[in-house]
């Protein structure tokens, strides 16, 4: 996907009576009178980076398939609900399955979407039998962002240099231990909401973040990569971003169309795919939600360069400026690398491994993924998890209790 063009979005929105529900019209209908097909309609989440996504997917199928015509229909989802209750807290039990998916999983089934544009990030590694992951597109950069504060001195540039005190936003608790492993001089508060207001908490003038952390993906389709301080990564700010992130994936019905799989042929990303289904097949294998803190990196190598998965490749240069044609390997000649972090909460406690191996398939980079689960639980990730969990259900029970007595927390 491009970086650096951002969309401005408009969107209809109408509630039913007898409902608490409000629902949103699609926000266009591209039409054509010489399609024999109807519309389809592609579901996603209400905010304006959810639909920027969905546009840009669109845009893939109107380029192979120009014939047809498509309809965005935004939905709010259960995790856009509530700004407020910290995404570990949220995160429990079968919710943490749906927080992100459940409404607009259910329309699939019953047919008002034909598909669904997630984050893969944000899809639960088991998905409902009737339902499955259709294509994974080309990868965004999958790396984590610092985005620092206005207001700091122009010579912090970086989490390293940060002084002690210093207090990161991030709603994500794998963000926030992997930063507190390297940095436990730094503080760390909840924030919640959008890509801009988070911003805005940040650059507000009372604000009591130093830095905030978001993903790169998201900043760079929002065409605001300009805000970002620091790329972090294994080899700047040690840190390794969530599974699946910078990736977009395609849910449709298990058993759709030939149609529809012709089409979602046709944007599939084979590079892309395998190295997800390898970060997806670990998560899996560890039985761990999207809030739990497990931190990857993958890359190819035996290409000439190690590159990440959905970053653009370094180019070389003429002495005219003009790119170098490189015939970069075939992937099923290439290893694929996979850096794994699991952390405990507080930073403290941490296991890692990388494995690098030939994956010649979608199910041989599951496989992968699964066999380096099995190494890091012998390390001792099982322990560290099984703690994670404890303390979230424990986290989760004082928070009911305190909601039964004060009521919901307000911003």
């Known amino acids: 996907m491009a970086s650096g063009a951002a969309i401005d979005l408009q969107a209809t929105s109408t509630t039913d009576p007898s409902s608490s529900t409000t629902t949103t019209a699609p926000t266009h209908s591209n039409t054509s009178a010489s399609t024999q097909f109807p519309p389809i309609k592609i579901g996603t989440r209400r905010s304006a ?43 429990q039990g079968e919710n943490a ?21 997630h984050c893969l990030k944000d899809m639960p590694t088991q998905l409902p039998p009737n339902l499955k992951i259709g294509a994974i597109l080309a990868r965004e950069d999958p790396r984590d962002a610092l985005i620092l504060s206005p207001r700091l001195p122009s ?29 436990p001089h730094l503080e760390f508060g909840d924030v919640r909401g959008n890509v801009g207001t988070r911003l805005g908490k940040l650059d507000a003038a009372d604000s009591p973040f130093a830095g905030i952390i978001l993903a790169a ?8 990569e300009k805000r970002i301080s620091q790329y972090l990564s294994s080899s700047s700010g040690g840190m390794l971003h969530a599974v699946g992130q910078g990736a977009l994936a395609i849910e449709v019905k298990a058993a759709c169309s030939p149609e529809m799989e012709d089409m979602l042929a046709a944007i599939r990303c084979e590079r892309s795919s395998r190295a997800c289904e390898a970060e997806r097949g670990l998560l899996r294998a560890l039985e761990g939600g999207c809030s739990v803190p497990i931190g ?22 003429d002495k005219h400026g003009d790119a170098v044609a490189e015939k970069e390997p075939h992937m ?6 996979l850096k794994t972090l699991v ?27 699964r066999d380096v689960a099995r190494i890091l639980m012998d390390k001792g990730a099982d322990r560290i998890l099984a703690k994670i969990s404890e303390d979230k259900k424990v986290a989760a029970a004082e928070e009911l209790e305190r909601i039964g007595k004060e009521g919901p927390a307000k911003e």
Do not use: H
């Open 217 to 224: 993906a998201g900043l760079k389709r929002m065409g605001m």
């Open 155 to 183: 010579t912090i540039t970086t989490v390293s240099a940060l002084p002690a005190g210093s207090k990161i936003g991030t709603s994500s608790i794998r963000r926030a231990a992997s930063l507190r492993r390297l940095y």
């Open 97 to 117: 399955k749906s927080l992100w998916t459940g409404e607009l999983e259910a329309m699939l089934e019953e047919g008002e979407l034909d598909m669904i544009v």
């Open 332 to 337: 099923d000649e290439q290893e694929l690398v």
């Open 49 to 91: 980076l959810a639909q920027i996504q969905a546009r840009w997917v669109e845009a893939q199928l109107k380029r192979a398939f120009p014939d047809r015509t498509y309809n965005i229909c935004p939905v709010l989802a259960q995790g856009d609900k509530d700004k407020v209750t910290p995404l570990q807290q949220l995160s």
């Open 296 to 317: 990857v990196e993958t890359s190819w190598r035996g290409g000439g360069k190690g590159l990440s998965v959905g970053a653009q490749p370094a180019r070389d240069y």
């Open 343 to 369: 952390v405990s909460v507080d930073g403290t406690e941490s296991v890692e491994f990388e494995s690098a191996r030939k994956v010649r398939s979608v199910d041989e980079a599951n496989q992968l993924g």
